[in-house]
């Protein structure tokens, strides 16, 4: 073997011990990468790449098998090659690899892949200490444990910049019981690096390559790190922008090549797409496609875009992207509940939590999961509790529908009246609003919600005129994207 090359064979791991032992056989027509090309094992499963001093090989997992999975229930797919190691920095990174090993061998060991199946989706957990991480225990992860879900991801800012804290989080997570794939956000970088590629460093250690790819049932699933990190010298100082780079694309290109034109494509990445700067690059590889759907973190709200020919995407239809609620909400902040816990609501009025998207063949479901809260909460009222009789057709009832969309209708009655059709209306959430004012009023301890932002899935209207005096029901109704209908309840005064 070449020095500039390495090879190895991908095998069906019959015992699960991670070893080949006799008799486990190489499988044929399994993909490796080493980020830049990718190459099929032939009917020995033997492959073959090129090598440099800064690498890491990885198997795509196939349909129908499974990687190793290590204590903190992390696939084992890869292998770093870093013979000098990473940079010094204040988070380690992987220690001096030496030479390449004479074979890099992956196991795979078979499991059952239906065609319907759930994953689980958390946005920004981002804690910041210990504490916090006691929080997404208690808030989320309790909730999970026993779920049917095959698998979870969480889609970058898996720390607050506190790297150390990767193992205590991994650990907790695990307890869910299932595999679990992250992304890298722009708070899992090492902040001391001077260039992009040093800056992944102790998230490689942790967790692997920042892209990658794999199939589970008939979805091919894409990692994407769209987190560039930049270090101006001249001003001494960081920054990151959203944008994928060349060689990542190249990848993605390459992998969809293999990948049959009937299948979904799920793309994964922190920043929103429509805020990453070579988007449209993207765009020209997937747009073709007829089944794609894309996911990210970042903001601390929730959001569906439909991106179209405005932004440049020239597919047959729009592009569904789904910005995700967050775990940490609104960065753990807010008066705390019983538990000791803040209510986190995020920016835009929804309260924090995770989603789950339940994939069917070349469709795709997404439910969104407020922490604390049974899966039927999925909107809720805002109007004052007491108004006087001649204010009723002056007073505006909101409706914030957290996983609201374009696609979406709310209606509204008072107890047994005519149903009122609602409007859309981006603004801000006056529930976030005037909770936070009372929050700061009252000196509620820890740092105050942030400002809030407008939101994209809030409908208003008018309440009845002449509403008599007395207690009053009303009653919201949604119907998504999929046609499943939810709806919320309060009581009015009228005085």
Known sequence: MAADFASGTVFHDVNKNGNRDAGEKGLPNVAVSNGKEIVETDEKGNWKLPASEDVIFFVIKPSGWMNPLNKHKLPQFHYIHKPKGSPVSRHRGTPPTGPLPQSIDFPLHKQVEPDKFRAVFFGDPQPRNQTEIDYIANDIVAELIGTDAKFGVTLGDIMFDNLSLFGSLNQTIALIGIPWYNVIGNHDLNFEAKLDRYSDETFERVYGPPYYSYDYGKVHFIVLDNVDWNHDAQRNRATYRGAFGKQQ?????ADLARVPKDRLVMLMMHIPLTSTGDRKDLYRIIEKRPYTLSISGHTHWQAHQFIDRGDGWMGAKPHHHIVNVTVSGSWWKGAKDERGIPHTTMRDGAPNGYSIITFDGSEATFDFKAARFPKSHQL???????????????????????????????????????WLNLKKTVEIDPYYARMREEEIKNKVPGPELNSPTSSSHLWKGPLPANLPKGAHTLQAVTRDMYGREFSAKRVLRVE
């Open 249 to 253: 694309l190249a990848f993605v290109k």
């Open 380 to 418: 809720r009222i805002e109007t004052p509790i007491v108004i006087k009789s001649t204010d009723s057709a002056k007073t505006m009832v909101y409706v914030n529908v957290f996983s609201g969309s374009e696609k979406s209708t709310v209606k509204l009655r008072v107890n047994d009246g005519p």
